[in-house]
């Protein structure tokens, strides 16, 4: 089955710096990419995904880039703030499209903390 | 407002007993999935159901039980048979494949489950 692994487990910035947080996975078949946002004692919202048709998506401050060739993707956040402070997820699916429905494999999360 | 409601928010239960988990949702989606997360740890797939009255085993369901007799409902049982049952528990849904995203899984609040 799909593996992901997720890398830093933690990541200390300054305010304006930037963050990467990057993922790697071991299912060639992968073909969907989603990030995620967990706040303290809260769900995990989706942030940003990427598609395998496509080498890197942008969203204002957010990006990902996608690398199908080495199985990695990569999660940038530029200008940080403060409350971008939470937990960061990336996980990979081999079911989008078609007639299946994709089962996601988490990484193991990336505690991000944004100092003033 | 559109969204996945769980409930309880927090849940305390003696050693021995069952409880289920509520998990309900109004965006129409056929999928739904259940995930335990454990402090430090990603999500971990427990079941899904792609359709009403049908639902599957994911990489963690001994000691677990759900049913899908609605569209909007998907409740888990946490039985006694779970050795470890402290957790935080997810649920979460999706629209179904040929709908453009079908793998795209968005999140409830989440559950506090601890035993006693």
């Known amino acids: 089955g799909e593996n992901v692994e997720q890398h830093p487990s933690t990541l200390s910035v300054q305010e304006g710096d930037s963050a990467v947080i990057k993922c790697t996975y071991s299912?060639?078949?992968?073909?969907?990419f989603p990030w995620y946002k967990q706040e303290l004692g809260k769900g995990p919202q989706l942030i940003i995904d990427i598609r395998s048709n496509v080498g890197e998506k942008k969203d204002q401050r957010i990006a990902v880039t996608l690398n199908k060739t080495a199985k990695h993707f990569s999660l940038h956040i530029t200008e940080t703030q403060p409350e971008d402070s939470a937990v960061y997820f990336c996980?990979?699916?081999?079911?989008?499209?078609?007639?299946?429905?994709?089962?996601?494999?988490f990484g193991q999360g990336t505690i991000l903390t944004v100092h003033p | 407002d559109g969204g996945i409601t769980q409930s309880p928010k927090y849940l305390f239960r003696k050693e021995g007993q069952n409880v289920t988990l509520s998990c309900e949702q109004n965006l129409n989606h056929d999928a739904m999935y259940w995930y335990r997360q454990d402090p430090g740890q990603g999500l971990r797939l427990i079941y899904y159901s792609q359709i009403v009255n049908d639902f599957q085993k994911g990489d963690i369901a001994e000691g677990y039980s759900v049913s899908r007799e609605k569209k909007e409902s998907f409740p888990l049982t946490v039985t006694s048979a779970q050795k470890n049952p402290t957790a935080f528990y997810l649920c979460?849904?999706?629209?179904?494949?040929?709908?453009?995203?079908?793998?795209?899984?968005?999140f409830g609040p989440g559950t506090r489950l601890t035993v006693l």
């Open positions: 299912d060639s078949a992968s073909n969907y």
């Open positions: 979460a849904s999706s629209d179904g494949p040929g709908q453009g995203h079908g793998d795209t899984q968005y």
């Open positions: 996980a990979a699916s081999s079911g989008a499209g078609g007639t299946s429905y994709g089962k996601l494999t």
